[in-house]
């Protein structure tokens, strides 16, 4: 199946602080999506990226798809104790999804 | 609108049972997976559908089977449950490969 390698693995960050999470493909992929997942939680759609080099935002949260279409990163600005959880990148690949391992986000007050 | 409905929220099996993971979606949506989630480890999926009648296997299959009579069901069967299934596990649903929709989950021991 499609090969989605996520870095790092968990980060601990003071509030306030910065945090960005990093998806990277050896192929080229059609769209990357991604999905953050509170603690006992569900995963829950962010955003999708469709096009080489899009820049998309939402509030403290930058999403970057890289110009060759294999990377992408989540940048999180001033983070929060609501940005606690880990957070997912998702290709879309045939009928599939395929998740990457995540990264799980720890804020300390 | 309750979006996608995973039921039971929790069961314990011993070893050797077998049992059903439900999964009912009130979106129209064509696409259905399943998915497991092992402890701090990412999502892997089991099965998926992309309509009714259509099934197939995705990267975790073994000691598992679906069917999709319909659009809106997609129930997860467990055969001869081993301490390997202890997991979580997510049905999700999405129109068109795009946003997936997930259910809240089914947290599964086998003992």
């Known amino acids: 199946g499609q090969q989605v390698m996520q870095i790092p693995q968990y980060q601990h960050v003071q509030e306030g602080e910065d945090f960005t999470t990093y998806c990277n493909s050896s192929t080229t992929l059609s769209n990357i999506q991604w999905y953050k997942q509170r603690p006992g939680g569900h995963p829950v759609f962010l955003i999708q990226l469709v096009k080489s080099g899009e820049v998309k935002k939402q509030k403290r949260l930058t999403f970057q798809f890289g110009e060759a279409k294999k990377n992408s990163s989540l940048h999180i600005t001033a983070t929060q104790t609501t940005d606690v959880g880990t957070y997912f990148c998702a290709v879309p690949t045939g009928n599939q999804f395929y998740f990457g391992t995540g990264t799980s986000l720890t804020v300390i007050p | 609108n309750a979006g996608v409905t995973q039921t039971p929220k929790f069961r314990i099996l011993k070893i050797g049972q077998s049992m059903t993971l439900q999964c009912t979606q009130d979106?129209?949506?064509?696409?259905m997976y399943w998915y497991r989630q092992d402890p701090g480890m990412g999502l892997k999926l089991i099965y998926y559908s992309v309509g009714a009648g259509i099934t197939d296997k995705g990267e975790v299959p073994n000691g598992y089977n679906v069917s999709r009579s319909t659009t809106e069901d997609f129930p997860l069967r467990l055969e001869l449950a081993a301490p390997s299934q202890t997991s979580v596990y997510f049905c999700?649903?999405?129109?068109?490969?795009?946003?997936?929709?997930f259910g809240q989950g089914t947290r599964l021991t086998v003992v």
């Open positions: 979106m129209n949506h064509n696409y």
């Open positions: 999700a649903s999405s129109p068109s490969r795009t946003e997936a929709f």
